[in-house]
């Protein structure tokens, strides 16, 4: 029946569908590089996907988000769930430094469970502080069977808002201490929050962050589902159960109200998007940059001999095809 191009590719698509883990692992590389195949394979997966639900945990660096990723996936495991987790990290986990010595340290606790797999992708080269291949990914790990997939954003302004075009559930992490409760109004993360969490229960100022966001939420219009509040303390795995219970209970509502496949049909935007760019800026500053002309063109442009608007519509009219 199928129709894939490269040996390699079929076979990882193949394998990935059969759930074996090494293949998974190899086609998240094969499209991160883009390797010959990897559309195809991607149209595969894409079309194979199970319908996991996906679950983000945005906030401020050091709020405890990896912790509580750790958390939820012990959570998500004692309720028999299978876990697909993607960190999307400026920096390798085995390579960041203190900080991240710990999480590479609870990271070890699910490595021989064979109902989680853990990746960690770069954001290089792509704005915003999603990798470019977070939908693609993503759709990788549905394929492949996983129940739930968890991600974990840098947690850097513009992931807050792109990580909600691709998840079911957001999760709003803060702690107290770090002016969060400032940061959140000016990030507009109140309004992408489908569940905030104070996290660091255990130092001075959790309740009055808690209190804080729990009246600006009171601020918002009526109606729908309202964003519970729950408090942890993820490094000693407290409030986690009361946390996935809330995630849960989110994605139960999504089901019941119908809101899951408007929130389905805005995350294949944010994919479709992604390849449209791809198919039409990327290829035209590809092909111009390749023959030369998009450095005349820059000339132009500063020399004031054309407009930008003008020079856009020459070169996609002569390089789109
Ligand atoms: N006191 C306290 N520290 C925590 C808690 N959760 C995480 N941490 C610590 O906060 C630091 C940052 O955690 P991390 O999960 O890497 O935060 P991220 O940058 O948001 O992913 C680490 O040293 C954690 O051990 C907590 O509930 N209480
Ligand atoms: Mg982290």
Redesign the pocket.
């Known amino acids: 029946m199928t129709n894939l191009k490269t040996d390699a590719a079929y076979e990882l698509f193949e394998g990935l569908i059969r759930g074996s883990r090494p293949h998974l692992s190899r086609a998240i590389s094969y499209v991160e590089n883009g390797a010959p195949g990897a559309a195809e394979l991607l149209s595969h997966a894409y079309k194979a996907r199970k319908g996991a639900m996906l679950t983000g945990v945005t906030?401020s660096?050091?709020?405890?988000?990896?912790?509580l990723v750790d958390g939820i996936v012990s959570e998500l495991r004692k309720a028999g769930h299978t876990v697909g987790v993607i960190a999307v990290d400026p920096s390798s986990p085995f390579t960041g430094g203190a900080?991240?010595g710990?999480?590479v340290r609870m990271r070890q606790g699910h490595s021989l469970d064979q109902g989680v797999f853990f990746r960690s992708l770069a954001t290089r080269g792509h704005l915003g502080g999603l990798s470019r291949h977070t939908g693609d990914v993503v759709a990788l790990l549905d394929a492949f069977g996983f129940d739930h997939i968890v991600i974990e954003t840098v947690?850097a302004g513009q992931s807050e808002v792109d990580i909600m075009r691709y998840a079911h559930t957001v999760v709003v992490?803060l702690a107290p201490g770090l002016g969060d409760d400032m940061q959140a109004i000016k990030a507009g993360i109140l309004e992408i929050g489908d569940v905030f969490c104070v996290?660091?229960?255990?130092?001075p100022g959790a309740e009055r962050t808690r209190r804080d966001i729990e009246m600006m939420l009171a601020m918002r219009e009526p109606g729908g589902w309202t964003p519970p509040v729950v408090s942890?303390?993820?490094?000693a795995g407290k409030g986690l159960e009361g946390l996935v219970g809330e995630v849960l209970r989110h994605q139960t509502y999504l089901v019941s109200s119908g809101l899951l496949r408007e929130r389905n049909r805005g995350s294949s935007t944010a994919v479709l998007e992604e390849y449209l760019h791809l198919l039409t800026v990327g290829k035209v500053m590809e092909s111009a940059s390749r023959d030369g002309s998009l450095d005349a063109a820059l000339d132009d442009l500063v020399e004031g001999k054309s407009g930008p608007m003008e020079m856009a519509e020459r070169l996609l009219r002569r390089y789109r095809e």
Not at 61 to 67: A, E, F, I
Not at 232 to 235: H, L, M, P, R, Y
């Open positions: 906030g660096p050091g709020v405890g988000k990896s912790t900080i991240l710990d999480r947690g992490a996290n660091k229960a255990d130092l942890s303390v993820a490094v």
